[in-house]
């Protein structure tokens, strides 16, 4: 009996593929169960539709994100830092603060863990910032200033 699995099943298949089962186990444990649902014409139909809009929000996300990047390339954000005379910072600046910064600065929401640091920036001066989002790169300017006050 062909059905469409509602949740992944381990050793059957995951949410939304069309399996073929045997009939006991479809009526007596996957349908009550809401697990999966009789493949019907219908219902094989729907799911169609549904894989394209899916399809169309990623497409969409994707050239969001595609713009996002290439904007943020011509961006320069400086952050205002304490440091010493020799230029050394006394809080280090990190992927979390970054991130809020691009997000006060330019309104561009970028989660910290795509933001691509070996560690955190302790010296004042100039950096070029590399954002790895889902195998799409792009690149910004950050300078570091000594904050006077």
């Known amino acids: 009996m062909k059905v469409i699995l509602l949740k992944d099943i381990p050793k059957i298949g995951r949410r939304n593929a069309v399996v073929d089962v045997n009939e006991g ?3 007596n444990f996957l349908i009550p169960k809401r697990f999966a ?16 809009l899916a399809r169309v929000d990623r497409d969409i996300e994707d050239s ?5 990047l290439s ?3 011509s ?3 400086v952050i205002e830092e304490k440091a010493n005379e ?10 979390i603060l970054i991130a809020e910064a691009l997000n006060k ?14 560690k955190p920036l302790k010296t004042v001066g100039d950096y070029v910032i590399q954002v790895d989002i889902e195998g799409k790169t792009g690149t910004f300017k ?4 000594n904050k006077t006050s």
Not at 64 to 68: G, Y
Not at 142 to 145: D, H, S, V
């Open 75 to 77: 961006k320069d954000l």
């Open 37 to 52: 649902e009789i493949a019907t014409d219908k219902a094989i139909a729907h799911l169609n539709h549904i894989a394209e």
């Open 105 to 118: 600065e330019f309104r561009v929401n970028i989660d910290p863990k795509y933001i691509k640091l070996d």
């Open 142 to 145: 950050l300078t570091i200033k």
């Open 71 to 73: 904007d943020l390339s």
């Open 64 to 68: 969001l994100l595609k713009k996002v």
């Open 25 to 27: 186990y479809a009526r």
């Open 86 to 95: 020799a230029g050394h910072l006394f809080k280090g600046i990190n992927q």
